[in-house]
């Protein structure tokens, strides 16, 4: 998921299976260990408390982030939900089987393109379309999380179906 949003993972981190990585890096990781550009942190299998994300943002708290993943495989409580809306970055919640399988791969699934604010500019202009005009695309979505898309951006579709031939469509992400 992280090498399709850009950023530079590499081919060993990608290929390695749950229990690979957690022969590597044990049921509560080193965050310093697993850091990438964007921080992504994999919790154990127990529930996800207030407790454990203050335990986070205190080893944090001198780093600054964009945006936060927390990958859990327990239960995530409703006072963590909400201290992390709080939070001065947007953080990312997803369980780890929502992540066991790329969606993008799957054999149904259209190519999605995510258009630069350029580009969707000159669609715009090509069709003389305003941005709510265009086809939306909730921010919940499996393909708008598993891309980090956030409301405002567009994303080309691209179809290819025996019936309809190859086509794209817009949507924006609302």
Known sequence: MLRDRG???????????????RSVHGQQPD???????VLTIFCGSGPFKLAN????????????????ILVLEGKLTHQARQATKELP????????????????????MQAHEILTEEDKQKLLNKYGLKENQL?????????????????????KVTH?????????TYRCVV
């Open 31 to 37: 965050l310093e260990r697993i850091r990438i550009s």
């Open 7 to 21: 950023y530079a993972v590499s081919a060993v981190e990608i290929e390695q299976s749950l229990s690979q990585f």
């Open 53 to 68: 994300l203050r335990g986070i943002i205190d080893r944090i708290k001198n780093e600054i982030f964009l945006r936060m």
């Open 160 to 168: 290819d179906g025996e019936d309809t031939g190859f086509h794209a």
């Open 89 to 108: 970055f947007t953080v990312e919640i997803f369980q780890i089987n929502e992540l066991l399988v790329n969606v993008t791969k799957h054999v149904l």
């Open 135 to 155: 086809p939306r695309m909730l921010a919940s979505d499996a393909i708008a999380r598993y891309y980090g898309l956030e409301p405002g951006q567009v994303v």
